[in-house]
């Protein structure tokens, strides 16, 4: 336990007030943590020197930390969005023949085994659909996975070397769960049975069979 936490534990439990003596309003208390209150040293001390106060403000400052992760994901993934729309934009503006078709599918490697390897995901009886053409997918990673860049791979079946590879930056979404959005263009792949790969560096890779269709 770090000293930050332990000292927060400490005046959790040092300082009972039942009675609620001289504690602050709620509305004050909200005011106070939020910041659009000033706060007295006075306050300050008492805060600091009861349990229930202490608890309620500390609650306060969590829930505003917590508001500002959503709100930073939900940008982050609105602008991954918009930069994969305008991507798109730029790719039939740059070429005159018919642009392959556009979709949208989601991978969910959280409900399904994890597979370490492509020889190992190919035996999978449950694999991943991925339509052929210009793919926004996203990707559910399994459970405990941490946001950073990641990489996305298909391959071939029994085949070592990546056909298809993109990268993106997953992050964590407010039900707890990491997400990875990219972009695939898999028109010129045929249909048939392959292997997807998503994993972080050179390690903690997991793999899905795959339909291309």
């Not at 990219?182 to 050179?202: A, P």
């Amino acid at each position: 336990m770090d000293e930050f936490k332990w000292v927060r534990q400490a005046i959790l439990r040092a300082y009972p007030n039942p009675q609620r003596f001289g504690c602050p309003s709620p509305d004050a208390l909200e005011g106070m943590a939020r910041r659009t209150v000033s706060m007295s040293s006075a306050e300050q001390e008492h805060i600091f020197h009861c349990s229930p106060c202490f608890s309620t403000y500390l609650g306060i400052r969590n829930r505003i930390r917590r508001d500002r992760i959503m709100r930073a994901t939900s940008i982050l993934t609105l602008a991954t969005f918009l930069v994969a729309g305008l991507t798109y934009s730029g790719y039939r503006a740059l070429h005159h023949s018919p642009a392959p078709r556009e979709f949208a599918t989601a991978f969910n490697f959280q409900d399904r085994p994890v597979f370490r390897g492509p020889h190992q995901a190919a035996v999978d009886p449950s694999p991943f659909v991925l339509p052929r053409g210009i793919v926004l997918v996203s990707v559910t990673l399994p459970l405990g996975s941490q946001p950073g860049l990641y990489q996305l791979e298909i391959y071939r079946d029994g085949q070592t070397h990546p056909l298809l590879t993109a990268s993106g930056q997953a992050v964590v979404q407010s039900n707890g769960s990491t997400v990875l959005i990219v972009h695939l263009d898999s028109s010129k792949l045929g249909t048939g049975q392959y292997q997807l790969g998503v994993g972080k560096n050179d390690s903690d890779w997991s793999y899905s069979a795959l339909v291309l269709r």
